[in-house]
């Protein structure tokens, strides 16, 4: 039982929802049971296996998991005594009484699960209700149900010891109650390790931006080791000085390994007890990592890796879609990566209020968590429905990017958690008269034969028109089933780009599909290899990375695929549709790349890192010249890569408000400094050359009076611009701002910025030229209609 209550997070990675990991679970327990390994094997390695295989095996059959009609009787190899059978029969009936005594509709969704042996997707058709909400009343239902169990007695878990003894026999039998009630007791005992994971908090964490980096600190020499992973994989637990930059050492190991850290996104301290998944064809292996968060992996051959799952109690977790992981790991024969750096966001408590049109608080309002931005907190989800209270709140846990829908009386509003959302922790949803979000897209995803393709991962990205603004779209995601067939619900009726990806195959883009399509057809064909390696300044291999792989139109760059690399040899390789591309990359502790222009079938592209700058400097509070610990700072504009090792690196302060920030590419840039309770600031108009160290400079922050908004302060022209072909667009003016002074309009275009052009120099490349210093100018050249307007522009210190 406790093995199995342990592969709780890679059964949640393996399916989609809480109900098919239960089934998946006791699938498992079951073939245990009827097929023990020997007294000499390690459990937890042959359970993953097993697991594994079930799951393998759930897929090649195309059925959905059914609760199995079996029932289980255990002889244990000493007889249990009498109190204890007692025990036990008490147990069943105290069960059967706290199942009858439930209240609806949470007794109905148990008994159809659990005794009748519907899955979630059906109980909620024969309902009409969503598949989220069966979820979240089983949930529910289980908590209630094992709180009842509780308080009549709190040695019902003990009654259930005997049915982990080694060497039980396993007696089939047709379904009974009572036999499925045993199965419901396994179930409420092996959830409260998931129960307690998902309580708790960070209070010192500030904001959390979208993308991160962190700064390196240093741990005492400690030791471990421990067992537990497919194919006898060697892990271990090293504690030891943290490096700025991922190096590749000797080993003696045959497989070769890795290490690094687990570090907290908001703090930059070590998650201690993080617990890591990583998947190969050798089977999946769980990890823990030590108190300041180190980790080791080793493994008996080499073998290509995959970051399936990071998860801590009062952490956000990093799960993405079985099988379609960012971060990819090569280890080779004898050796190591080490320095790597992992990221977890803190489960912050956030305060919503549903208000209505006149901003009263409407109480009984639903509010529902649409999808995570990132498809990458899928496990441990906390909530995702709420009911507010009197006043119209509610408290929720969620990543940044999120989308909270919120209903009542016909009713309905939107919201996003964005950065004002992360500085305040407070969010407020508007409910208007808006069209419910109620359409479904279907479709299939084929070979190029034709043929169906399972486990493709598909996301539906809302386009959204230039200029436009409406209530905040979520980003959806399926998986195609085994038979190539996948659905979106929950969609409005505009119109999304549909994104397919699988390994050894190209990622295919389909544009202006409408939230209520049905049999959309995604086919994926071989495409062409695009492959290569990357160096830092000294041509050695950079072994860990992220890599964008982009088509440029204009000033847009499309992302096509983006992935971590951990590799010895600094290698990647990927597919490919036929065309063209860009390649950047971005490493902890180098400058990022230039982007590299490739065509697809390219098998020998080197890119090279460059050392960049290094910036100094302290961040205090603009009132009181305290320094403010924990705030962030990153370059503006760069981004991309998975949540738990983002592409865009940053720091945080430390506890006398100073930090260094480094790998900054040579040129100008701007730096963005958040910190929670303070408004943000921009801090631009420097310039950086390959290994310069600049400053020190200081930075001060406004703190937020009660009640207010966050506003961005910079320097600039006081402008909002959106990429438009080969142009930047005007979207907004700033009133009083130098832009106002020499009347410069919503919709016109800059062209050239200090007479070059901006698809010369890029959008973050013009971005950084027209930032600067306060009461600077910067020459501009603007297309208004068919005349071309020479104007110089005067940059201010703003707020907006």
């Keep these: 039982m406790r093995e199995l209550a342990g592969l709780q997070a890679l059964a949640r990675s393996l399916v989609h929802g809480d109900a098919d990991a239960d089934d998946l679970l006791q699938e498992t327990a079951i073939a245990a049971l009827e097929h ?3 007294e000499a094997r390690p459990v937890a390695p042959w359970l993953v296996t097993v697991l594994l295989n079930r799951r393998r095996m759930d897929v090649r059959s195309r059925s959905r998991r059914q609760l199995r009609e079996q029932a289980v009787g255990l002889a244990p190899k000493e007889a249990a005594s009498a109190p204890d059978a007692i025990d036990r029969a008490r147990t069943l009936e105290r069960l059967a009484s706290a199942l009858v005594a439930l209240d609806e509709p949470f007794r109905d969704v148990v008994i159809r699960r659990y005794l009748d042996g519907q899955s979630a997707a059906e109980i909620a058709r024969a309902l009409g209700i969503p598949a989220g909400t069966v979820r979240w009343r089983l949930k529910t239902a289980l908590a209630r149900l094992r709180a009842a169990l509780d308080e009549s007695s709190p040695r019902w878990r003990r009654a259930l010891l005997p049915l982990a003894v080694k060497g039980a026999v396993v007696v089939k039998a047709k379904t009974t109650v009572v036999s499925l009630l045993l199965l419901l007791l396994l179930l409420i005992g092996t959830t409260i390790v998931v129960l307690v994971m998902r309580r708790g908090g960070d209070e010192k964490a500030g904001s959390r931006p979208a993308t991160a980096g962190m700064p390196a600190t240093k741990g005492s020499a400690a030791k471990r080791s421990a067992t537990g992973s497919a194919g006898d994989i060697a892990v271990t637990q090293q504690i030891g000085p943290v490096r700025t930059r991922a190096v590749v050492e000797p080993i003696a190991a045959e497989g070769g390994a890795i290490s690094g850290r687990v570090i907290n996104w908001s703090t930059g301290d070590g998650v201690a007890n993080a617990e890591l998944t990583f998947t190969s064809v050798l089977g999946a292996t769980t990890i823990r990592a030590g108190n300041d968060g180190s980790f080791e992996l080793t493994a008996p051959k080499p073998s290509v890796y995959s970051v399936a799952t990071i998860i801590a109690p009062g952490f956000l977790p990093y799960a993405p879609e079985l099988e379609h992981s960012p971060v990819r790991i090569a280890l080779l024969s004898k050796q190591a990566v080490r320095g790597l750096t992992l990221f977890l966001f803190p489960a912050l408590d956030y305060e919503g209020t549903v208000v209505d049109a006149r901003h009263a608080p409407v109480a009984g309002a639903k509010v529902t968590l649409e999808s995570t931005p990132s498809g990458e907190q899928t496990l441990e989800k906390i909530v995702t429905e709420w009911t507010t209270d009197k006043q119209g709140k509610f408290v929720f846990h969620a990543p940044d990017g999120a989308v909270f829908e919120a209903s009542r009386a016909g009713k309905r509003g939107w919201a996003i958690l964005d950065g004002n959302v992360a500085t305040t922790r407070q969010m407020v949803i508007e409910l208007g008269d808006a069209a419910a979000r109620d359409a479904t897209m279907r479709g299939k995803t084929v070979d190029s034969g034709g043929q169906p393709l399972p486990e493709v991962l598909i996301t539906a990205i809302p386009e959204d028109p230039p200029g436009v603004k409406g209530p905040p779209r979520s980003v959806a995601f399926a998986t195609s089933g085994s038979d190539g067939t996948f659905t979106f619900e929950g969609l409005d009726r505009k119109a999304y780009t549909l994104a397919a990806e699988l390994d050894e195959f190209a990622p295919v883009h389909r544009e202006h599909i409408a939230g209520g399509a049905r049999n959309v057809v995604l086919t994926l064909d071989g495409g062409k290899p695009l492959a290569g390696t990357v160096h830092d300044p000294d041509d050695r291999p950079v072994p860990s990375y992220t890599l964008l792989v982009t088509r440029r139109h204009g000033l847009i760059r499309e992302v096509v695929s983006t992935r971590s690399v951990i590799d010895p040899r600094g290698r990647f390789a990927l597919r490919v549709a036929e065309g063209s591309y860009e390649l950047l990359v971005s490493a902890r502790g180098w400058a990022p790349s230039a982007p590299v222009e490739v065509s697809a079938g390219t098998t020998d592209v080197k890119i090279e890192l460059g050392a960049g700058a290094t910036l ?22 760069a981004g991309g890569g998975a949540s738990a090792q983002p592409a865009n690196a940053g720091t945080v302060t430390r506890s006398d408000g100073t930090f260094e920030l480094t790998g900054i590419p040579a040129g100008p840039f701007t730096i963005s400094i958040v910190a929670g309770g303070h408004h943000p600031r921009l801090e631009g108009g420097m310039v950086a050359t390959n290994g310069a160290v600049l400053g020190p400079i200081k930075i001060t922050l406004k703190q937020l009076a009660e009640g207010e908004t966050p506003t961005l302060g910079f320097v600039g022209i006081g402008v ?26 919503v919709g016109d275009r800059i062209i050239a910025i200090d007479g070059i052009a901006v698809t010369t120099l890029g959008m973050d490349g013009a971005i950084g030229r027209i930032r600067g210093v ?6 501009l050249t603007l297309r208004r209609g068919d005349q071309e307007l020479p104007l110089v522009v005067e940059r201010l210190p703003l707020q907006g």
């Design 616 to 637: 100094q400097g302290t961040v205090v509070d603009a009132a009181t010249a305290a320094p403010l610990q924990y705030a962030r700072v990153q370059l503006e504009g």
């Design 36 to 38: 023990p390994p020997d």
């Design 720 to 745: 909002q611009l959106a990429a438009d072909g080969d142009a930047l667009r005007v979207d907004r003016v700033i009133p009083n701002s130098g832009a106002a002074a020499v009347g410069i309009a």
């Design 774 to 779: 306060a009461h600077t100018t910067v020459a």
